[in-house]
């Protein structure tokens, strides 16, 4: 039966765009939810939780277009998280009116809001951080200063803080919040005064003997827990310094394998002929020797634009999305005949490859390695506690995508580039992670205990020309020049 009372109401879902980007066609920014009532005296803003691009936006439903990617400040949204939560909120909103005409009474602003908030489920940060992005004044001050607050609010806040002033990618996002599954199922009452050094230790033994985690991955962890409690302690939160000095005594593979192909194993990958029911792997092929000539991360690869390419100077401009850095690296024989080979191909967004996502990339590389004969046998050893253990791959079974940017490196230092010269194209800034690939490929190896050799050898050559008489230098070198014509 219909209440005799009722509220009056309308709502105008819209993105939010930033001043500075409004004439951009494609500009993306948060989506809000404007709601009035009781004709007009009261309006709110709310926030849907979620961004979206202005060219993929449905005026007319308020929703963003199906099956639509959506970037802001390095995070991505797709179209049908954004049109749930969109959905989401207007469903509540409703819920919320009817709840205050059963009452019969109009609600504030404020307690409008609150029950939205509360219908929606939403933690205190949550609630916090859409009503700062709201443009509402938050004393965040009164957040530090709640009793019993759990560990699980300030890990919230930290990775919100995170993802806000450092753009932390989807890949990066998902990542912490493997940890913060991990650390809920070690203690899911946990509070950040429970945080001390034994308690860390205790969560190292959980993963080592509970979640059979090795030693290096443990230690990744540790090292991002050590992270937040230094942020809690700059941010005035109170923590046990022991903990925040703690340090994982756990050791690792000294020298772990670095996966790579040598110079024999990418020419064979690059001259295998891909059968005819297989050529759904040629696009893979082709895209990840382009990397293993040019030294590309997956990202960068990901978003190399047709523009980027100079022709004339044979050359293409790389805007790494790890680094920001813009580098110029010259074409070859390898990477010239890839890009000629789609130059003429319009793939989306002016893209210059057909890049496809990373998980499914790295699938095919293991079908595309395995079936060119990429199974020569390579041991890596992890450790677990203080145990070492080794195991057997076959070396086509731990190619992934970024092997492409090692074997670049690994090849380019074979070849006779100097680490400076690499690195200028690879963008790797620190000379401890360059080191890594030096003397990996067996000819670099060779090459480090042949220069005596070389010398040596070098030596006995000048020593024999000294003794020849001019005559016979000259007959020689007149037998070589004939030669080298020939």
């Known amino acids: ?131 700062r992005q709201a443009g509402e004044n938050i004393d965040l001050e009164k957040i530090k200063k709640e009793e019993n607050k759990t560990f699980w609010d300030v890990y919230d806040e930290w990775l919100a803080d995170g993802l806000a002033t450092k753009h932390w990618s989807h890949g990066t996002h998902k990542k912490y919040m493997t940890l913060k599954y ?16 034994k308690k860390i230790a205790a969560f190292e033994n959980y993963l080592l003997d509970q979640r059979d985690y090795k030693n290096s991955s443990v230690k990744r962890h540790i090292k991002t827990i050590h992270g937040i409690l230094s942020w809690c302690k700059k941010k005035g939160y109170k923590v046990e310094e022991k903990a925040v000095e703690y340090k994982s005594s756990l050791r690792e593979v000294f020298d772990p394998e670095i996966i790579f192909l040598n110079w024999d194993e990418f020419k064979t990958l690059y001259d295998y002929e891909i059968p005819v029911q297989k050529q759904y792997l040629q696009r893979v092929k082709d895209v990840f020797i382009f990397a293993c000539v040019t030294g590309l991360r997956f990202s960068d690869v990901e978003k190399l634009h047709k523009d980027h ?72 050893a992890s450790e677990k506690g203080s145990e070492t253990i080794e195991q057997t791959f076959e070396k086509w079974e731990k190619i992934s995508f970024h092997c492409a940017r090692r074997t670049y490196v690994s090849i380019a230092l074979s070849l006779g580039a100097t680490p400076e010269e690499v690195s200028r194209v690879s963008g790797h800034h620190s000379y401890k992670v360059m080191k890594r690939y030096i003397g990996l490929d067996e000819k670099q190896r060779r090459h480090a205990t042949d220069v005596f ?34």
């Open 1 to 131: 039966m219909k209440s005799k009372f009722e509220i009056k109401y309308n709502t105008r879902v819209f993105i939010q765009i930033p001043k500075a980007d409004r004439n951009k066609v494609d500009a993306v920014g948060p989506v809000m939810c404007r709601v009035r009532w009781n004709s007009k005296k009261n309006e709110v803003g709310l926030r849907c939780g979620v961004c979206a691009s202005i060219d993929k936006w449905n005026e007319q439903s308020s929703t963003v277009k199906r099956n639509t990617t959506h970037i802001y400040k390095g995070r991505t949204y797709y179209a049908s998280d954004i049109n749930f939560a969109i959905a989401h909120l207007l469903d509540c909103v409703s819920d919320v009116f009817k709840s205050f005409e059963v009452k019969q009474a109009i609600p504030t602003q404020e307690e409008f809001k609150e029950a939205v908030y509360k219908k929606m489920d939403l933690d205190n940060l949550d609630v916090m951080t859409r009503k």
């Open 182 to 197: 991990r650390l809920v199922g070690f203690d899911k009452n946990l509070l950040l005064e429970d945080i001390t050094e």
């Open 309 to 380: 390419i100079h022709w004339k100077e044979d050359e293409f401009i790389s805007v790494s999305k790890k680094t920001s850095n813009n580098t110029h690296i010259g074409l070859n024989k390898y990477s010239r005949e890839i890009l000629e080979k789609y130059k003429h191909i319009n793939f989306p967004g002016g893209m210059a490859l057909p890049v496809i996502s990373n998980q499914k990339t790295n699938t095919y590389l293991k079908e595309l390695c395995h079936l060119a004969g990429l199974t020569s046998h390579i041991t890596i």
């Open 453 to 486: 050799d070389e010398k040596t050898e070098r030596e006995e050559l000048y020593s024999m020309f000294d003794q020849m008489s001019v005559k016979d230098l000259r007959t020689m070198l007149y037998t070589f020049k004939k030669a080298a014509n020939i």
